[in-house]
Protein backbone atom coordinates (compact mmCIF):
# COMPACT_ATOMS: atom_id res chain seq x y z
CA UNK A 1 0.00 0.00 0.00
CA UNK A 2 1.18 3.14 -1.03
CA UNK A 3 0.49 5.84 1.26
CA UNK A 4 3.83 8.46 0.21
CA UNK A 5 1.06 11.19 -1.91
CA UNK A 6 -1.79 11.56 0.86
CA UNK A 7 0.84 12.15 3.34
CA UNK A 8 2.81 14.54 1.33
CA UNK A 9 -0.35 16.48 0.46
CA UNK A 10 -1.14 16.08 4.44
CA UNK A 11 2.24 17.68 5.43
CA UNK A 12 2.24 20.19 2.57
CA UNK A 13 -1.10 21.79 4.12
CA UNK A 14 0.24 21.10 7.78
CA UNK A 15 4.00 20.84 8.21
CA UNK A 16 4.59 18.94 11.30
CA UNK A 17 7.80 19.57 13.26
CA UNK A 18 10.23 16.58 11.98
CA UNK A 19 9.74 15.39 15.72
CA UNK A 20 5.77 15.27 16.27
CA UNK A 21 5.12 12.14 17.12
CA UNK A 22 1.37 12.98 16.67
CA UNK A 23 -0.85 16.51 15.42
CA UNK A 24 -4.22 17.05 15.78
CA UNK A 25 -5.25 19.68 13.71
CA UNK A 26 -8.39 21.55 13.53
CA UNK A 27 -10.43 18.59 14.94
CA UNK A 28 -13.84 19.14 15.99
CA UNK A 29 -16.35 16.77 17.67
CA UNK A 30 -19.99 17.11 17.57
CA UNK A 31 -21.89 13.72 19.04
CA UNK A 32 -25.31 12.66 17.85
CA UNK A 33 -27.40 14.67 20.60
CA UNK A 34 -26.00 17.93 18.67
CA UNK A 35 -23.14 18.46 22.09
CA UNK A 36 -19.80 19.67 20.80
CA UNK A 37 -17.10 17.78 22.54
CA UNK A 38 -14.39 19.84 20.63
CA UNK A 39 -14.15 22.49 18.40
CA UNK A 40 -10.97 23.26 16.07
CA UNK A 41 -8.11 21.61 19.04
CA UNK A 42 -5.23 21.95 17.47
CA UNK A 43 -1.90 20.29 19.23
CA UNK A 44 1.26 18.99 18.00
CA UNK A 45 2.62 16.11 20.61
CA UNK A 46 6.28 15.62 20.28
CA UNK A 47 8.27 12.70 20.78
CA UNK A 48 8.91 11.94 24.51
CA UNK A 49 6.75 14.35 25.74
CA UNK A 50 4.69 14.27 29.11
CA UNK A 51 1.55 16.56 28.35
CA UNK A 52 -1.21 16.87 30.81
CA UNK A 53 -4.59 17.89 29.39
CA UNK A 54 -6.15 19.79 31.72
CA UNK A 55 -9.81 21.23 31.96
CA UNK A 56 -12.72 20.80 34.04
CA UNK A 57 -15.28 17.93 33.34
CA UNK A 58 -16.74 17.94 29.80
CA UNK A 59 -14.10 19.95 28.34
CA UNK A 60 -13.44 17.26 25.66
CA UNK A 61 -10.29 15.59 27.67
CA UNK A 62 -11.75 12.50 27.15
CA UNK A 63 -13.08 12.43 23.78
CA UNK A 64 -9.41 14.05 22.57
CA UNK A 65 -7.60 10.98 23.76
CA UNK A 66 -10.34 8.50 22.70
CA UNK A 67 -9.26 10.34 19.14
CA UNK A 68 -6.04 9.91 19.23
CA UNK A 69 -6.43 5.90 20.41
CA UNK A 70 -8.55 5.84 17.33
CA UNK A 71 -11.58 4.78 19.92
CA UNK A 72 -13.68 7.58 18.21
CA UNK A 73 -13.75 9.13 14.97
CA UNK A 74 -13.70 13.08 14.90
CA UNK A 75 -16.39 14.94 13.29
CA UNK A 76 -13.70 17.22 11.44
CA UNK A 77 -9.98 17.70 11.29
CA UNK A 78 -7.13 15.48 11.03
CA UNK A 79 -5.11 13.22 13.38
CA UNK A 80 -1.95 12.85 12.23
CA UNK A 81 0.82 10.49 12.63
CA UNK A 82 4.83 12.06 10.93
CA UNK A 83 6.82 9.87 12.13
CA UNK A 84 5.00 6.48 11.60
CA UNK A 85 4.37 7.88 7.63
CA UNK A 86 8.36 8.31 7.23
CA UNK A 87 8.46 4.48 7.77
CA UNK A 88 5.68 4.17 5.18
CA UNK A 89 2.88 3.59 7.71
CA UNK A 90 -0.79 4.34 7.06
CA UNK A 91 -1.33 7.75 8.67
CA UNK A 92 -5.25 7.99 9.23
CA UNK A 93 -6.58 8.80 12.50
CA UNK A 94 -3.69 6.45 14.18
CA UNK A 95 -4.53 2.70 11.93
CA UNK A 96 -0.86 1.31 11.95
CA UNK A 97 0.16 2.71 14.68
CA UNK A 98 -2.67 1.51 17.29
CA UNK A 99 -0.28 -1.19 18.55
CA UNK A 100 2.30 1.34 19.69
CA UNK A 101 -0.61 3.21 21.43
CA UNK A 102 -1.51 2.15 25.56
CA UNK A 103 -4.96 3.03 27.11
CA UNK A 104 -4.98 3.60 31.07
CA UNK A 105 -8.17 4.25 32.49
CA UNK A 106 -9.48 5.68 35.71
CA UNK A 107 -10.49 2.39 36.89
CA UNK A 108 -8.37 -0.94 36.84
CA UNK A 109 -10.95 -2.48 34.44
CA UNK A 110 -8.86 -5.84 35.84
CA UNK A 111 -10.69 -9.51 34.97
CA UNK A 112 -11.38 -10.54 38.44
CA UNK A 113 -11.24 -14.10 37.91
CA UNK A 114 -8.11 -14.02 36.08
CA UNK A 115 -4.55 -14.06 38.23
CA UNK A 116 -2.80 -10.28 37.90
CA UNK A 117 0.13 -12.58 34.89
CA UNK A 118 -3.24 -13.63 32.69
CA UNK A 119 -4.38 -10.05 33.50
CA UNK A 120 -1.04 -8.31 32.11
CA UNK A 121 -0.83 -11.54 29.53
CA UNK A 122 -4.03 -10.25 27.51
CA UNK A 123 -2.77 -8.15 24.99
CA UNK A 124 -0.01 -10.24 24.39
CA UNK A 125 -2.59 -13.10 24.16
CA UNK A 126 -4.82 -11.21 21.76
CA UNK A 127 -2.31 -10.68 19.88
CA UNK A 128 -1.40 -14.52 19.74
CA UNK A 129 1.54 -14.69 21.58
CA UNK A 130 1.44 -18.04 24.21
CA UNK A 131 1.51 -17.88 27.83
CA UNK A 132 5.19 -19.52 27.58
CA UNK A 133 6.58 -17.05 24.73
CA UNK A 134 5.32 -13.90 26.62
CA UNK A 135 6.66 -14.60 29.94
CA UNK A 136 9.60 -12.66 30.02
CA UNK A 137 7.76 -9.36 28.77
CA UNK A 138 4.84 -10.08 31.64
CA UNK A 139 7.54 -9.95 34.21
CA UNK A 140 9.60 -8.06 32.69
CA UNK A 141 6.00 -5.35 32.96
CA UNK A 142 5.01 -6.62 36.44
CA UNK A 143 9.02 -5.91 37.67
CA UNK A 144 8.50 -2.27 36.17
CA UNK A 145 5.44 -1.50 38.56
CA UNK A 146 6.96 -3.28 41.25
CA UNK A 147 5.08 -6.11 41.14
CA UNK A 148 7.11 -8.88 40.10
CA UNK A 149 6.33 -10.80 43.65
CA UNK A 150 2.39 -10.61 42.41
CA UNK A 151 2.35 -12.37 39.42
CA UNK A 152 -0.42 -15.48 41.07
CA UNK A 153 -2.36 -13.18 42.45
CA UNK A 154 -6.05 -11.78 42.19
CA UNK A 155 -7.46 -8.67 41.58
CA UNK A 156 -9.43 -8.81 44.58
CA UNK A 157 -6.34 -9.23 47.08
CA UNK A 158 -4.97 -6.21 45.90
CA UNK A 159 -5.11 -2.36 47.05
CA UNK A 160 -6.32 0.18 45.07
CA UNK A 161 -2.74 1.46 43.99
CA UNK A 162 -2.22 -1.75 43.57
CA UNK A 163 -4.48 -2.81 40.97
CA UNK A 164 -3.81 0.72 39.06
CA UNK A 165 -0.25 -0.51 38.98
CA UNK A 166 -1.51 -4.05 37.26
CA UNK A 167 -3.53 -1.53 34.71
CA UNK A 168 -0.20 0.00 34.10
CA UNK A 169 1.78 -3.17 33.28
CA UNK A 170 -0.98 -4.52 31.08
CA UNK A 171 -0.51 -0.94 29.22
CA UNK A 172 3.17 -1.26 29.15
CA UNK A 173 3.59 -5.26 27.94
CA UNK A 174 3.12 -4.63 24.65
CA UNK A 175 5.79 -1.77 24.76
CA UNK A 176 3.62 1.50 23.60
CA UNK A 177 5.37 4.52 22.08
CA UNK A 178 2.31 6.57 23.43
CA UNK A 179 0.82 6.31 26.84
CA UNK A 180 -2.61 7.77 27.15
CA UNK A 181 -3.59 8.13 30.67
CA UNK A 182 -6.96 9.11 31.58
CA UNK A 183 -7.36 10.25 35.20
CA UNK A 184 -5.69 7.45 36.16
CA UNK A 185 -4.77 8.04 39.45
CA UNK A 186 -8.40 10.39 40.38
CA UNK A 187 -9.59 7.25 42.90
CA UNK A 188 -6.52 6.90 44.53
CA UNK A 189 -5.87 8.04 48.00
CA UNK A 190 -3.09 10.91 48.33
CA UNK A 191 -0.28 9.32 49.26
CA UNK A 192 -0.43 6.49 46.89
CA UNK A 193 -1.00 9.11 44.16
CA UNK A 194 1.98 10.41 44.93
CA UNK A 195 4.25 7.13 44.90
CA UNK A 196 2.69 6.22 41.53
CA UNK A 197 3.10 10.04 40.02
CA UNK A 198 6.98 9.26 41.32
CA UNK A 199 6.94 5.52 40.06
CA UNK A 200 5.13 7.00 36.61
CA UNK A 201 7.70 9.59 35.87
CA UNK A 202 11.08 7.30 36.75
CA UNK A 203 9.40 4.62 34.25
CA UNK A 204 8.89 7.89 31.94
CA UNK A 205 12.36 9.09 32.19
CA UNK A 206 13.80 5.71 31.89
CA UNK A 207 12.17 4.26 28.67
CA UNK A 208 11.33 7.27 27.01
CA UNK A 209 7.65 7.18 25.79
CA UNK A 210 5.61 9.45 25.43
CA UNK A 211 2.26 10.22 27.83
CA UNK A 212 -0.77 12.14 27.09
CA UNK A 213 -2.02 12.60 30.85
CA UNK A 214 -5.51 13.43 31.31
CA UNK A 215 -6.43 15.43 34.89
CA UNK A 216 -8.36 18.05 36.29
CA UNK A 217 -5.57 18.21 38.82
CA UNK A 218 -3.66 21.30 38.82
CA UNK A 219 -1.20 20.34 41.63
CA UNK A 220 -0.73 16.62 39.58
CA UNK A 221 -0.53 18.39 35.99
CA UNK A 222 2.60 20.35 37.12
CA UNK A 223 4.01 17.68 38.69
CA UNK A 224 4.50 15.41 36.30
CA UNK A 225 4.36 17.38 32.86
CA UNK A 226 6.51 19.08 30.63
CA UNK A 227 3.29 20.81 29.54
CA UNK A 228 0.06 21.46 30.25
CA UNK A 229 -2.61 22.04 27.66
CA UNK A 230 -5.50 23.61 29.26
CA UNK A 231 -8.84 23.44 27.94
CA UNK A 232 -12.32 25.26 28.17
CA UNK A 233 -15.95 23.71 28.13
CA UNK A 234 -18.77 23.96 25.97
CA UNK A 235 -17.27 23.66 23.28
CA UNK A 236 -14.27 21.91 24.34
CA UNK A 237 -11.16 23.71 22.97
CA UNK A 238 -7.83 24.59 23.87
CA UNK A 239 -7.28 27.66 25.44
CA UNK A 240 -3.59 27.69 26.89
CA UNK A 241 -0.41 26.22 26.51
CA UNK A 242 1.89 26.11 29.76
CA UNK A 243 5.53 24.80 29.16
CA UNK A 244 6.53 23.72 32.66
CA UNK A 245 10.18 24.34 32.29
CA UNK A 246 11.44 22.76 35.49
CA UNK A 247 14.16 20.05 34.77
CA UNK A 248 13.61 16.21 35.55
CA UNK A 249 14.16 13.93 37.75
CA UNK A 250 11.09 15.60 40.31
CA UNK A 251 11.01 14.28 43.42
CA UNK A 252 9.45 15.40 46.47
CA UNK A 253 11.20 18.31 46.93
CA UNK A 254 10.37 19.68 44.22
CA UNK A 255 6.86 19.84 45.22
CA UNK A 256 7.59 22.10 48.19
CA UNK A 257 9.81 24.08 45.68
CA UNK A 258 9.00 28.07 45.19
CA UNK A 259 9.14 27.14 41.06
CA UNK A 260 6.62 24.41 41.72
CA UNK A 261 4.03 26.51 43.39
CA UNK A 262 4.64 29.11 40.54
CA UNK A 263 3.83 26.73 37.78
CA UNK A 264 0.72 25.66 39.92
CA UNK A 265 -0.70 29.40 40.51
CA UNK A 266 0.16 29.83 36.84
CA UNK A 267 -2.00 26.86 35.56
CA UNK A 268 -4.69 27.08 38.66
CA UNK A 269 -5.37 31.16 37.20
CA UNK A 270 -5.67 29.21 33.90
CA UNK A 271 -7.95 26.59 34.73
CA UNK A 272 -9.53 29.48 36.90
CA UNK A 273 -10.04 31.43 33.24
CA UNK A 274 -10.39 28.18 31.37
CA UNK A 275 -13.60 27.93 33.82
CA UNK A 276 -15.19 31.20 33.17
CA UNK A 277 -15.16 30.52 29.53
CA UNK A 278 -16.74 27.48 29.84
CA UNK A 279 -20.33 27.83 29.32
CA UNK A 280 -22.61 25.93 32.53
CA UNK A 281 -23.52 22.20 31.80
P1 LIG B 1 -13.97 15.42 29.92
O1 LIG B 1 -13.16 14.20 29.73
O2 LIG B 1 -13.19 16.68 29.78
O3 LIG B 1 -14.77 15.41 31.21
P2 LIG B 1 -15.59 14.37 27.76
O4 LIG B 1 -14.68 14.24 26.61
O5 LIG B 1 -15.91 13.13 28.53
O6 LIG B 1 -15.06 15.50 28.74
O7 LIG B 1 -16.98 14.97 27.25
C1 LIG B 1 -17.06 16.20 26.53
C2 LIG B 1 -18.54 16.50 26.30
O8 LIG B 1 -19.08 15.54 25.42
C3 LIG B 1 -19.38 16.47 27.56
O9 LIG B 1 -20.38 17.47 27.48
C4 LIG B 1 -19.98 15.09 27.53
O10 LIG B 1 -21.21 15.05 28.21
C5 LIG B 1 -20.17 14.88 26.04
N1 LIG B 1 -20.10 13.47 25.64
C6 LIG B 1 -19.09 12.59 25.84
N2 LIG B 1 -19.36 11.40 25.28
C7 LIG B 1 -20.59 11.53 24.71
C8 LIG B 1 -21.43 10.65 23.96
N3 LIG B 1 -21.05 9.38 23.70
N4 LIG B 1 -22.62 11.12 23.53
C9 LIG B 1 -23.00 12.39 23.79
N5 LIG B 1 -22.25 13.29 24.47
C10 LIG B 1 -21.06 12.86 24.93
Known sequence: MNTTPRFQEETARSQPVAST???????????ANGTIALRDMSLDIAQGDFVSLLGPSGCG??????????LGDASAGEVMWPSSARTGEDTSN??????????????PTLMPWASVFSNVYLPLRLKGLSKQAARDDVMGALEMVGLEGFAKSYPRELSGGMKMRVSIARALVTKPKLLLMDEPFAALDEITRFKLNNDLLHLW???GWTVIFVTHSVFESV????RIIVMAARPGRV????????????EEEFRTSDTYNDFCRRASQALHGAM????PA
Open 61 to 70: KSTALRIIAG
Open 239 to 250: VEDIPIDAPYPR
Open 205 to 207: EAF
Open 276 to 279: EVSE
Open 94 to 107: GAGTNQDISFVFQE
Open 223 to 226: YLSN
Open 21 to 31: LVSLQNVSKTF
